[in-house]
């Protein structure tokens, strides 16, 4: 999803359902304003986050918004679903159509889930050269050691996708637990890497993505506002 870019002019023909010619003569008796001042350029790009007002009226008036949620287990990490709620409906009060979920996570898995309508952010947050890290609790059937982390190290290769897992991070945390740490979000991807041992995964956990951490403060099905820092993190 690319941020959805048009011309002003174009915008507020369509808006009104009148000509770009009658669009030009309101502008330049003043009468539309852009982001707060007054405009009269008829080429001016817009977006859909750029604030529109024609006499008294907005024409358009979204704030970008950017939610971190503490994914309960049942949840799934989709817009909609006919039998589990979804991760959008626990955001009450919010347009969740205009929603989107940054980095899902499967339906049994919790943790940090990041909700937005700024599809430049989520892209530039989640795309593979961006290199975040995403780091994840998982609890183990069977007791774990070492030994895992040059497998996890060296990459596994998914033959159903004809892939090569890159680079993961391993550290043993108890003999059931260990922290995982990846940059990149395969189908059912830390699942399938305990897997190579025969090893289920009993609880996946997301504890961060790149700087921004799971607030310890909410519980399962909560949720917050991100703060400018975690929106601008790097
Ligand atoms: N890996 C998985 O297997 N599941 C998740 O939800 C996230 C990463």
């Excluded at 330049?28 to 008829?42: H, M, S, T, Y």
């Excluded at 774990?144 to 004809?162: H, T």
């Excluded at 609880?203 to 703060?227: A, F, M, N, Q, V």
Aim: proline residues 3%; contains cysteine; charged residues 30%.
């Amino acid at each position: 999803m690319r941020s959805k870019r048009s011309r002003l002019d174009q915008f507020v023909a369509q808006k009104l359902q009148i000509s770009k010619k009658a669009v030009r003569q309101l502008l330049l008796e003043n009468r539309v304003e852009l982001d707060g001042e007054i405009c009269k350029a008829v080429d001016k790009q817009i977006n859909e986050f750029s604030h529109i007002r024609f006499d008294d009226t907005w024409l358009q008036q979204r704030n970008r918004e950017y939610y971190m949620l503490n994914k309960p287990v049942g949840v799934v990490s989709a817009t909609i679903d006919d039998i589990h709620p979804t991760a959008l409906s626990l955001l009450k009060g919010v347009n969740s159509e205009l929603m989107h979920i940054a980095g899902r996570l499967d339906l049994n898995s919790t943790g940090l889930l990041l909700i937005t309508n700024d599809s430049q952010w989520s892209q530039a947050l989640m795309a593979p050269e961006t290199k975040v890290d995403k780091q994840y609790l998982v609890t183990l059937a069977n007791p774990i050691d070492e030994s895992y982390e040059k497998a996890f190290a060296d990459g596994m290769y998914f033959g159903y996708e004809d892939i090569t897992t890159k680079p993961a991070k391993f550290e043993l945390v108890t003999e059931f637990q260990a922290r995982v740490t990846l940059q990149e979000g395969k189908y059912h991807q830390i699942k399938r890497m305990f897997g190579r041992f025969r090893n289920p995964v009993v609880e996946l956990h997301r504890e961060s993505i790149g700087t921004i951490l799971l607030d310890k403060h909410l519980k399962p099905g909560e949720y917050r506002h991100l703060d400018n820092k975690e929106i601008c993190m790097k």
